[in-house]
């Protein structure tokens, strides 16, 4: 997420007092991110290295600072609708799945009472408990799945699983 958000990293975990050194201590380790800075100052050692026979060429440094301004733009652009996204669900109910130590599907319904943002990823609070955006099944809650009665079994037979239909059902076209 962008320098300019906020991370609620910090607050949960113990200690914890500035939230751009943790952020800017996360990026160092990751060891894959580069910023504005760091391409400024990557132009500049290129400038004061250049020899006279091998000049930097300025205007590709000059393309590629646009270009990585846009990229940064797009990045904020969509930071700030997920952002607005996640304030929108504050007050909704939402259904959220999360899987449990077996690893079946648990589905938790609750209402979103905030957001913010944890480890860079937005998050939205359901009762006590924080969930990523990524977990939301669906805003509401899902319908109930149909139970489906194994043909023949009537009879006390098993057969193939076939939806029961009723006899009003079958009658209309």
């Known amino acids: 997420m962008s320098d300019y958000m ?3 990293t910090n607050f949960l975990a113990a200690g914890s007092v500035n939230a751009a050194a943790t952020a800017k201590a996360q990026k160092a380790n990751s060891g894959y991110d580069l910023d504005m800075q760091d391409f400024l100052t990557l132009m500049v050692t290129e400038l004061q290295h250049q020899s006279i026979d091998a000049t930097a060429d300025t205007s590709e440094m000059l393309n590629q600072m ?6 940064s733009a797009l990045t904020n652009m969509t930071d700030v609708s997920i952002m607005t996204y996640a304030a929108s669900l504050v ?3 939402v259904t959220v799945g999360q899987y449990d130590a077996e690893g079946q599907l648990q589905e ?15 998050v939205v609070f359901v009762g006590d408990k924080y969930y990523y955006m990524s977990e939301i099944m669906a805003v509401g809650t899902l319908p109930q799945q149909e139970a489906t009665k194994p043909e023949g079994e009537e009879n006390g037979d098993a ?6 239909e009723t006899p ?6």
């Open 6 to 8: 906020g991370d609620i």
């Open 66 to 71: 646009v270009m990585m301004q846009m990229v």
């Open 91 to 93: 007050g909704k109910t």
């Open 108 to 122: 938790i319904v609750g209402e979103v009472t905030g957001t913010g943002t944890m480890g860079g990823q937005q």
């Open 159 to 164: 057969g193939t699983d076939v939806p029961v």
């Open 168 to 173: 009003e059902e079958s009658e209309s076209i």
